[in-house]
């Protein structure tokens, strides 16, 4: 067993209270987050989530690279799958995390490791439940079952039991290329008669413990743009005098297509929310010539294809304007990206019944996620959990997302885990 890995698991499961299931939850969130690791290049993150899985009744695997699922047979018809993404950010963290980062240059500042910590948690609970109601003895699992059974005759009155059967999804992959595209392309979901997802982002800017989410658009398409704008450079002091449209000024090009861009998302945002923001130029080489090239990064947000046809069309022209009036010429490309999040209208309404205290929100994201690869295929509901400011650190600091200094005690992640409860048929944490 590695170092970083506890020497032993609580009993969390089905039945008990928030206390002992608030333990496990800082178990795992804690270990995890000492041990962040990038992209699809996840061993230590893997053999955490497999050891705990592994002395869990279920069956575990690996449909995909660095992907691990755990599938809870429940007796039911059907089956639905939580999901929880693995890997982290290449930032240096500065957080008030009581267990930072033990990889220098890597930190979980997106939140997955809480992600994580709330499905495996969830997991237990799962285990206990099947337990308690089955109380049947499989290889490996005696010991749980045998818990299972003297809590199930411990109990009066009938004992609430999963309404479905439960696929974990651990994957890799949420913040570079996508890691649900390979999941969903492995045919785990046809494999077990998936026809449900369920997942959670940790959200700062919410007050802690509030669950919220919205039917139909939560968050938006991205797409990575890259532009290349070629000129001709030349000593500046040959240019005085020269028409603009005859200098082949690079960089000229470069800040007239940025100004463009913005206001051509100022129009099209009176008719859609969307966004074209630009975070990288470079151009030139010396301070005293003209720039022969430019390169410029950015990414595009909108919500519906249409907004997308229009948006880089737009951007199109924007270039091409830029370009004719300073003589140059370029190249743009739009990356695929990300799907928008759209969240099922019927699973939103059966969460409203099962999560009362859940919160509509009145406007979805620019924020982008690769849970919506999962929507593709199956009905989905992407939720948000707030978590506030951390109470720990100096007078209660918040921060957000991909931050260097961002964390957030595990306390709310218990309406996490009571939401996926309410979510399966159990019924509220105690």
């Known amino acids: ?24 939850l800082r178990r795992h969130r804690q270990a995890l987050h000492r041990i962040p690791e990038l992209d699809f290049d996840l061993p230590r993150t893997i053999e955490y989530v497999r050891h705990h899985l592994d002395g869990l009744c279920c069956e575990v695997f690996e449909p995909c690279r660095s992907c691990v699922c755990a599938y809870f047979d429940a007796g039911r018809d059907s089956t639905v799958a ?19 980062s033990e990889t220098p240059g890597h930190m979980h500042a997106c939140g997955h490791d809480a992600h994580m910590a709330m499905a495996l948690t969830f997991a237990s609970v799962v285990d206990r439940a099947i337990a308690c109601a089955h109380g049947g003895l499989e290889t490996g699992c005696a010991e749980t079952h045998a818990a299972g059974e003297r809590e ?16 974990f999804i651990f994957q890799p992959a949420e913040e570079t290329t996508g890691g649900a595209k390979t999941v969903c392309e492995s045919g785990v979901f046809e494999r077990f008669g998936v026809n449900a997802i369920f997942g959670f982002h940790v959200w700062p800017d919410l007050p802690a413990g509030t669950v919220a989410s919205r ?8 797409s990575e743009t890259h532009i290349d704008i ?3 450079s030349a000593h500046i002091a040959t240019t005085y005098g020269v028409p603009d449209e005859r200098t082949h000024d690079a960089m000229l090009a470069a800040a007239r297509f940025v100004e463009g861009a913005r206001s051509l998302m100022m129009r ?17 080489a010396v301070c005293n010539a003209v ?42 490309s739009f990356a695929s990206g990300y799907p928008p999040v759209i969240n099922d209208r019927a699973l939103f309404d059966r969460a409203r019944m099962a999560v009362p205290h859940m919160v509509e929100l009145d406007t979805p994201s620019l924020t982008a996620e690769d849970f919506s ?6 009905a989905g509901l992407f939720m948000l959990l707030g978590v506030g400011s951390c109470p720990a650190c100096p007078a209660g600091a918040s921060s957000s997302l991909h931050a260097d200094d961002l964390y957030f005690d595990e306390e709310p992640l218990l309406a996490g885990v009571d939401t996926y409860c309410r979510l399966f048929g159990l019924g509220p944490i105690a």
């Open 230 to 232: 070629k000129g001709a």
């Open 82 to 100: 939580v999901r929880a993404d693995m890997d982290a950010l290449p930032i240096v963290e500065r957080s008030c995390a009581p267990a930072r």
């Open 152 to 167: 199930a005759e411990s109990l009066s009155g009938e004992r609430p039991v999963l309404e479905s059967n439960v696929l």
């Open 291 to 332: 720039a022969g090239e430019a390169h410029i990064e950015g990414s595009l947000r909108v919500y519906s294809d249409q907004m997308f046809d229009a948006a880089r069309d737009g951007v199109r022209s924007c270039l091409e304007d830029a370009c004719a009036s300073t003589g140059c010429t370029y190249e743009v």
């Open 1 to 24: 067993m590695a170092a970083w890995m506890p020497d032993a698991y609580g009993d969390t499961a089905a039945g008990q209270s928030s206390e002992q299931i608030l333990e496990e």
């Open 373 to 378: 690869f999962y929507q593709q295929r199956i």
């Open 268 to 284: 099209l945002g009176e008719r859609e929310y969307c966004i074209a923001k630009f975070g990288l130029l470079r151009a030139g």
């Open 215 to 222: 039917p139909g658009a939560l968050f938006a398409r991205s």
